[in-house]
């Protein structure tokens, strides 16, 4: 399959709770709409060319570039702010009496046109639609998530929460974006072969901040906290989130293949496979339905458990031993007991504990405490099948639903294309 081969071909309607409106007020808020551009990138632009700062944009969450987006955003100015661009347009709505956060999104509303599909990938597209909308689908983050993951590094926040700052500094200077340029990318190359090497990594700096970090290495290992520091906050919670969402999907895909047995479907994803569940009893998938897990933080408040050791696993063996049979009771405590069992599993073998995300050095950026739904039933799902006009002889698929915050519609198509 082909997703967004062009910006109109995945649209994002940011749905914003209700909030009152007035002509004045601290906050005037705007609706954004942009496609082939980056949330905070464009943000940092209109900051620059309208000359207020960029601390006083608000947003409640980041949209994808490749795509045909539009969401709500506020700025803390007196002055109205006229932007647009090939790329975007700005419209203002009204004053309110506080910044946009996240807290304000009811959900997003998405069309994704599936394209480059033979009949029978189509067919079992459609075969999968009615699954999902029954049963719902596994809540993953998705592979855009991890962008800042080093294949062979790691992820930068696992090095800060193990203290080991001198490889979070080397992933964050030699680590290789999709969106480098090809001089770029040679030059980070070279500082990763030669890292530690700083008389030479300083003579084939270009940028500032590396041209900085290269002369104060030279003084000793100890200034790379100092540099660590210097990473904008922004920048900093994307390489927070990744590792933490990392954690979160690998007790979900383990959740999924103990709880499923033999029923599961799997999509090949960046950092580890995606696995679904296929037809399961209503007790089952209520208990998912109701099921949150929390990611990994300094507190983290786990599912109530049952009092049994091991009684997670009796109870979510799969549905081949009968899982339907099992009470709503049983099969909620099952879950919240295996849930406990596979978070503090996970942690033992990547060697963190919650007390290690009290992070004392590293101030920009955290660990947010928070819970996300174990699986996601769209609202207002539709398909549809046509052929693709892009591709002789093959077809497309357009999906239509509205999924809440948070969750990925990329993630459906995932779903209704695993094997």
Not at 20 to 45: D, F, H, M, S
Not at 327 to 347: H, P, Q, V
Request: with cysteine.
């Amino acid at each position: 399959m082909k997703i967004k081969m062009r910006p109109e071909d995945f649209v994002v309607e940011e749905l914003l709770t209700e909030v009152p409106l007035q002509r004045n007020g601290p906050y005037a808020l705007y609706l954004l709409r942009k496609k082939g551009a980056n949330t905070v990138e464009l943000l940092k632009t209109i900051a620059r060319q309208s000359g207020i700062p960029y601390e006083a944009f608000s947003y409640g969450g980041r949209k994808d570039k490749h795509a045909s987006t539009s969401q709500y955003i506020t700025i803390k100015s007196r002055s109205p702010v006229q932007s647009s661009s090939t790329k975007h347009s700005l419209t203002f709505l009204g004053c309110r009496e506080r910044p946009m956060g996240p807290d304000l999104i009811q959900g997003n509303k998405f069309s994704v046109v599936v394209r480059d599909l033979i009949p029978a990938e189509a067919a079992k597209a459609l075969r999968g639609f009615e699954e999902v909308t029954r049963y719902g689908y596994a809540n993953y983050f998705d592979d855009q998530r991890f962008g800042s993951y080093d294949t062979q590094q790691g992820f930068l926040a696992e090095k800060v929460l193990k203290k080991q700052y001198n490889g979070a500094l080397k992933i964050y200077l030699t680590r290789i974006s999709s969106e480098d340029r090809a001089g770029d990318k040679e030059r980070k190359r070279a500082f990763f072969r030669r890292w530690g090497d700083w008389r030479y990594c300083r003579e084939y700096a270009r940028t500032p901040f590396e041209r900085r970090a290269f002369r104060l290495l030279e003084r000793g290992p100890a200034q790379c906290i100092a540099l660590l520091r210097e990473i904008p906050a922004d920048e900093m919670s994307l390489f927070f989130s990744a590792y933490q969402s990392y954690l979160w999907n690998e007790l979900l895909r383990r959740l999924i293949q103990r709880v499923a047995g033999e029923h599961v479907r799997r999509y090949t994803g960046a950092i580890g496979d995606y696995y679904f569940y296929e037809d399961i009893p209503d007790t089952v998938r209520r208990s998912l339905d109701e099921l949150h897990i929390p990611l990994f933080a300094s507190r983290v408040s786990l599912p109530d458990p049952s009092t049994r050791p091991g009684h997670g696993r009796e109870l979510a063996q799969g549905f081949a031993r009968g899982a339907e049979q099992k009470g709503a009771t049983d099969m909620s405590l099952g879950l919240n007991s295996l849930t406990k069992e596979l978070y503090e599993a996970i942690a033992a073998e990547q060697g963190i504990t919650p007390a290690m995300a009290n992070l004392k050095k590293i101030r920009q950026a955290f660990f947010k405490g928070s819970v996300r739904k174990a699986i996601v039933i769209p609202g207002q799902l539709v398909a549809a099948r046509a052929p693709d006009e892009l591709h002789t002889r093959k077809e497309k698929v357009t999906l239509q639903c509205v999924l809440p915050r948070g969750s990925y519609a990329t993630m459906v198509t995932k779903r209704l294309f695993a094997l």
